[in-house]
């Protein structure tokens, strides 16, 4: 028992959680730059794809709690696939690293 105390305060500074920032606390794909988002899309990276895609859906979902029935709607009509693909077709056309939770908020703001 003793050796796992000493194990914990050793591994302590590790399972710390990173710094937040002003516009809230992002894991995962969330963080990931877009020129990782299209190297994942391109190649064969199966774990990875399953992250960003449930990330994407995850962000989308979220947000749909606090828009209104005009956005929602839209949501529905698209799809889970499509909302994903446009997502992630988007980190095709701008800066390399422009993080995939900024460009999903900017996509958002500007389907009102």
Partial sequence: MKNVFKAMILAAPLLAPLPGHSDGY?????????SKVVEVIDGEHTGDYFQMAG????????????????FN??????GGAGIFQFTTEACRK???ETLLYELTQQIIESSH
């Fill in 26 to 34: 992002v894991m995962g794909a969330g963080r990931w730059p877009c």
């Fill in 55 to 70: 990330w994407i859906l995850g962000f989308w979902s979220r947000e749909s709690l606090d828009q209104g029935d005009a």
């Fill in 73 to 78: 709607n839209k949501l529905e009509e698209v």
């Fill in 94 to 96: 701008v800066a390399p």
